[in-house]
Structure formats: C-alpha cells, structure tokens
C-alpha cells in the first residue's frame, strides 16, 4: 500500500518497469519474530485460534477455549522453545495431503489458499508445529528473543485471549 503522498507515483508505474524496493528490516524482524513465537504459543495451547494480530509491539492469539491459561507458564514455555534453538523450515503440502490430515489448519476461520496444488507449511523441530502458513518466520527459534505474556483475557465464554510483548 502507497505511503500518503505516494499515490501518485504507484499510479505512474507500468507493467515491465524496474522498481527497487526498501525492507524496513527493523520492522520486519520483530514481526518475524512475534509471527514465529505465535506459533510455539499454539504448541503450548493446543486449541484452535479463533482471532489473531501480529505487529511490530505486540502478537496476540485467541484461542477457543474455556479454561484458564497462566501467564508465567506460558512465558516459562516458550522461552523453553526459544532457547532450544530449534530449526523452523518452510515446506509445502498438496491439496491431497491437507485433505488428508485437515488438523494441520489450527485457525478456525482462515483457510489456506488453494488452487496451485502447494499449500506453504511451517515445520519448528521435529514435533513443536506443522501447519500451513504464509507468514513470515525466522529461521530458528533462537531468534525470537525473549518474548513474554504480557496479559491473558476472557473475552467471551470460549475465546481466551493471550498477548505477547518483547520483554
């Protein structure tokens, strides 16, 4: 999306046309590193995320469920995960094989994309996480940092809200 005042120019580009473009890598690494510590938070709640917000401050799952979850647990575990330095690698399924094993899409409302016969997959370790996913990672879990729960919400009679926030 055009940064304001920039319209102009985006509207100028042509199909062919060379263009270069900045990462603000400052900003992109911490989401990397809040997208991946969401994922070791659904290893430690092995619950379907019925919502979810990744930025740059903060990461937060909604998981649906009904029982209480414990801030300085959840904080002990992931950083168990983190400091285990375990590999996250980016594979891809077929349509057939996510057919096959519909439990890898943890998300209760968004579905992978489909239609090119690969479906992108996340893998941390050999057991932490495998599902699909697009998002952006590290490369090892090493690299999140420390990462903490930073609050835990009842939102509604089955949906526990958790935030993370780099400690």
Do not use: Y
């Not at 430690?44 to 995320?49: D, H, K």
């Not at 968004?110 to 590290?138: E, L, M, S, W, Y």
């Amino acid at each position: 999306m055009p940064q304001p005042g920039q319209e102009a120019l985006v509207s100028a580009l042509r199909p062919g046309e060379t263009v270069t473009a900045r990462i603000d890598w400052e900003r992109r690494h911490k989401l990397m590193r809040f997208h991946t510590a969401t994922h070791l938070l659904c290893h430690l709640v092995p619950q379907l995320v019925n919502g979810c917000s990744i930025t740059p401050e903060s990461a937060r799952l909604d998981f649906n469920m009904t029982d209480p979850l414990e801030k300085e647990a959840l904080s002990d575990g992931i950083a168990r995960l983190v400091g285990a330095a375990h590999a996250v690698e980016i594979g891809a399924i077929t349509d057939e094989e996510l057919d096959a094993n519909p439990a890898l899409v943890k998300s209760m409302s968004v579905q992978p994309p489909r239609g090119t016969g690969r479906i992108r997959t996340i893998r941390i370790g050999d057991a932490i996480d495998f599902q699909p996913c697009g998002g952006t990672h590290v490369a090892n879990t090493s690299e999140i940092g420390r990462v903490v729960v930073t609050k835990i919400e009842k939102k509604s009679a089955t949906t526990r809200r958790v935030v993370l926030g780099f400690a």
